[in-house]
């Protein structure tokens, strides 16, 4: 599966998500980007899957009819070893 993590994601979670094809938005070239032309521009290079902790983006963006599957993640932090909790494999 080829997953996307936004900015506000710890960067080293994608070292954890073996067997997935894994980047951040800055490493696919659209660091500073919107939400709604965010998506649109990962939907449109094949991503999969885009995981935030942004809690406003099912309220700014019409997700229904987005090709692109998207898991917030709510946290009270974004510090890596929150994750660790929802991810079994760490």
């Excluded at 994601?9 to 894994?22: A, D, Q």
């Excluded at 942004?54 to 229904?64: F, K, P, S």
């Amino acid at each position: 599966m080829k997953l996307l993590l936004d900015e506000c994601v710890p960067r080293k979670l994608k070292n954890n998500l073996i067997g997935h094809e894994c980047q951040t938005v800055p490493e696919a070239g659209l660091a500073g980007k919107k939400n709604g032309e965010l998506l649109s521009l990962a939907q449109a290079a094949g991503f999969e899957v885009f995981v935030t902790i942004d809690r406003g983006i099912e309220y700014e963006q019409n997700l229904v009819r987005r090709d692109i599957a998207v898991i917030m993640v709510r946290a009270k932090s974004s510090a890596l070893l929150i994750y660790c909790r929802w991810y079994p494999k760490f």
